[in-house]
Each structure stands twice: as C-alpha cells, then as structure tokens.
C-alpha cells in the first residue's frame, strides 16, 4: 500500500481492504467510492474472524477429541494461532489505515 498523502494512496487502500474482507464486498461499489465506510466494514469483519476463531480453539479440544487423531487436533490448533496472530496484525493494520484516512500522520522518530 502507498504512504498516506501520496497520489493514489486512497486506491492503494481500498485495495487492500477488501483483500481483508470477503470477496462478495468487491461488488459493491459504495464500498469503493467510500472508503471510511470500507474500512469500518473490514475492522468489524476482522474483528468478527477473530473472535470466530478464538471460539474455535477454546472449543477445539472438547469437540473434536473424539472425531480426530490427537495429531490432526494438535495441527489444527497450530493453524488457528496462526490465524489468530495473522488476524491480530489485520485487526492492527486496519486500525492504523483508518487513522490514516481520518487525517492522523506519523513522522519517523530518530
């Protein structure tokens, strides 16, 4: 994504945002022409994966102990803390791209 105040940042972010949300938003053209909209979408979209998967892996154990080799559960634990710190960052990174479109600006600290 292109740095806030550059040309093109604002396409530059729609575009990312909606690799954060479901490929069903793409067909909305609001969500195109109105980024602040798109972004607030995509913070409650992550924010929703998240909780999703957090959920699943608190139940993981007691549901699934008895359907899947303690191997396949172990794995399958392994790939939603991934997911969950993937979506840790998403969550992050599209907190700090709506404070970029509401005006906020960082200087690098030396």
């Known amino acids: 994504m292109?740095?806030?105040?550059?040309?093109?940042?604002?396409?530059?972010?729609?575009?990312?945002?909606?690799?954060?949300?479901?490929?069903?938003?793409?067909?909305?053209?609001?969500?195109?022409?109105?980024?602040?909209?798109?972004?607030?979408?995509?913070?409650?979209?992550?924010?929703?994966?998240?909780?999703?998967?957090?959920?699943?892996?608190?139940a993981a154990r007691r549901e699934l102990r008895e359907r899947v080799d303690p191997e396949v559960l172990d794995a399958a634990l392994r790939a939603l803390?991934?997911?969950g710190a993937r979506l840790s960052r998403a969550a992050r990174e599209v907190a700090l791209v709506e404070e970029a479109m509401l005006g906020t600006r960082w200087r690098p600290k030396l």
Request: a negative charge.
């Open 2 to 58: 292109r740095p806030p105040g550059v040309p093109a940042w604002e396409e530059s972010a729609v575009a990312w945002l909606l690799d954060q949300c479901p490929a069903d938003y793409r067909g909305h053209e609001v969500l195109r022409r109105h980024p602040v909209v798109l972004v607030r979408f995509a913070a409650h979209h992550i924010d929703a994966s998240l909780e999703g998967a957090r959920a699943a892996y608190a």
């Open 81 to 83: 803390e991934v997911e």
